[in-house]
């Protein structure tokens, strides 16, 4: 085993296990705590990949905007609250099941995929092709994304209001 399949597997291990930790905890804090670690290991993963791009987007924009966006949240709504937020996990036995279903059914996919496939050749800088995706080709649903982003964040905010 090379060393940057044992980075991959160890980074693989580390965001299961930060996931987990997030669908599992009580502490809606450390819930968020352990988001940030597991947006972390993807974006690591991306780096064992040679995916740098990908890795600098994952640790700005999700492990730095969107935690500090929830973490903003959470302080927010426990002070208009007054109490501690937690939150409970609720029928993990179905959703384990349910978990196990959609894992059988994705490597049953995976299997069933060529998946050597020769690595396509780039012409140029990766980061100016993604730039040029995003801007033309792929517009709208860069759009409609934003737009989705902005409709989370006025629900929050709204959810988030003192009660009249």
């Known amino acids: ?4 399949a044992m980075a991959f597997w160890a980074c693989a291990a580390a965001l299961v296990g930060s996931a987990l930790a997030v669908v599992l905890g009580r502490n809606l804090f450390h819930s968020v705590l352990w988001l940030a670690l ?3 290991s993807t974006a690591a993963i991306f780096l064992t990949l040679d995916a740098e791009f990908l890795a ?7 492990a730095g905007g969107v935690v500090t966006v929830v973490v903003f949240a959470i302080v927010v709504t426990e002070r208009l609250v007054g109490e501690r937020l937690s939150h409970v996990s609720r029928r993990v036995a179905t959703a384990g099941v349910a978990c196990a ?3 059988a059914v994705l490597v049953r996919a995976i299997d069933a995929a060529d998946l050597h496939l020769p690595k396509p050749a780039l012409a ?14 792929y517009a709208l649903p860069f759009e409609l994304l934003a737009v989705l982003l902005v409709v989370g964040l006025l629900a929050a905010s709204y959810f988030a209001r003192p009660e009249d």
């Open 56 to 62: 600098a987007v994952q640790v700005l924009l999700y």
């Open 124 to 137: 140029g800088d990766f980061t100016e092709q993604v730039g040029l995706s995003l801007l033309t080709r």
């Open 1 to 4: 085993m090379t060393l940057d």
């Open 38 to 40: 597991a947006l972390v």
């Open 101 to 103: 279903a959609l894992l």
